[in-house]
């Protein structure tokens, strides 16, 4: 019996450090295969990187963010005063004033009566912009000043040798009124927007439209078109001059008011001819030019339904916070 166990020994010695070669070989592929799993993670952490920072530097040479793309803001470029782009996912502020000169030409003026002349106006205001996805929505409040030198006028269709077809107006009427404007943008630069769209208002209108009649005068300051001259009618206001052709209500078809000596004209509520209510509508095309993130400039140019061409350039102070980097 003993001779038996003897045997037996040397060999589950034997057995047992095979099992443990085994079971280091095992050991061995795991940290072999654990090695090569960190070793791809790792691999494609680094592209995924380098992935990320190509689309954030493409975005930023455009000027733009693209969108659904996680905005570089507070990363790298924020705390930079020239990183101007915009993640069309935020809305941006912007409050600044404007300035637009307006023509109304003698050509604009006489599909309705006959001499006149040109006339610019003077329009002055604060506005805001609302600004989202290259859309902006503008909401502005103005002053217009649509005063006027003496001009001569004469009634359309009517005999050029009456004098009772002449008057002499002068305005010193001027506007406060409400607008909006709707602009569209296409980008040309980083820093430069072609914008198109239009706008909308109406206000009220204050001040004076004296409308003289005249009569004629080899020596008077008026020259019509034909060569003539004529002087204003002396008044006093609404009195007539029998001896001056030109100066009375007789002279005049359907004239209810006498016209003399700086006859100031009722609104349209009292039955005169000067309106109440001004109204602008207007196209118009543009550059919106903005060199830093806190800053926005506007060109523009249209034409008004009402008042003929017009220019404008604003400024606008940006109400966005600068994040700083972390």
Request: hydrophobic fraction near 35%; proline fraction near 5%; charge should be neutral.
């Given at each position: 019996m003993a001779l038996g166990i003897t045997a037996a020994c040397p060999c589950a010695l034997a057995q047992g450090k095979a099992d443990d070669k085994k079971a280091d070989k095992v050991d061995d592929k795991k940290v072999d295969d654990k090695k090569a799993d960190d070793k791809k993670a790792d691999d494609k952490k680094a592209d995924d990187k380098k992935a990320d920072d190509k689309k954030a530097d493409g975005a930023s040479a455009s000027g733009g963010v693209t969108a659904g793309a996680v905005p570089t803001y507070?990363?790298?470029?924020?705390?930079?005063?020239?990183?101007?782009?915009?993640?069309?996912?935020?809305?941006?502020?912007?409050?600044?004033?404007?300035?637009?000169?307006?023509?109304?030409?003698?050509?604009?003026?006489?599909?309705?009566?006959?001499?006149?002349?040109?006339?610019?106006?003077?329009?002055?205001?604060?506005?805001?912009?609302?600004?989202?996805?290259?859309?902006?929505?503008?909401?502005?409040?103005?002053?217009?000043?649509?005063?006027?030198?003496?001009?001569?006028?004469?009634?359309?269709?009517?005999?050029?040798?009456?004098?009772?077809?002449?008057?002499?107006?002068?305005?010193?009427?001027k506007t406060v009124f409400a607008s909006v404007d709707l602009l569209w943008s296409a980008q040309l630069h980083k820093n430069v927007d072609f914008e198109f769209g239009g706008g909308f208002g109406v206000g009220v209108i204050f001040g004076d439209l004296a409308i003289n009649w005249v009569y004629e005068d080899q020596n008077g300051p008026y020259a019509a078109d034909t060569g003539k001259h004529y002087s204003p009618c002396p008044g006093p206001t609404g009195q007539e001059t029998a001896n001056l052709k030109g100066c009375n209500k007789a002279d005049h078809r359907g004239a209810t008011d006498v016209r003399t000596g700086g006859f100031t004209e009722p609104s349209w509520f009292n039955g005169g001819s000067k309106p109440p209510l001004y109204l602008w509508?207007?196209?118009?095309?543009?550059?919106?030019?903005?060199?830093?993130?806190?800053?926005?400039?506007?060109?523009?140019?249209?034409?008004?339904?009402?008042?003929?061409?017009?220019?404008?350039?604003?400024?606008?102070?940006?109400?966005?916070?600068?994040?700083?980097?972390?």
């Open positions: 507070g990363k790298r470029e924020t705390a930079s005063a020239t990183d101007v782009a915009e993640d069309p996912l935020k809305r941006y502020m912007f409050i600044g004033a404007r300035y637009r000169g307006s023509v109304v030409p003698k050509f604009a003026q006489n599909l309705f009566v006959d001499e006149g002349g040109t006339v610019y106006t003077n329009t002055v205001g604060v506005e805001f912009d609302l600004r989202k996805d290259g859309f902006s929505f503008v909401p502005a409040l103005s002053f217009q000043e649509l005063g006027t030198e003496d001009l001569l006028f004469h009634q359309k269709g009517q005999p050029t040798d009456i004098a009772g077809n002449y008057s002499v107006v002068n305005s010193s009427m509508a207007t196209p118009q095309i543009g550059l919106r030019i903005k060199p830093v993130k806190q800053f926005q400039a506007r060109l523009g140019l249209g034409f008004s339904l009402l008042t003929g061409p017009w220019f404008g350039l604003s400024g606008y102070f940006g109400l966005e916070r600068t994040e700083k980097a972390p």
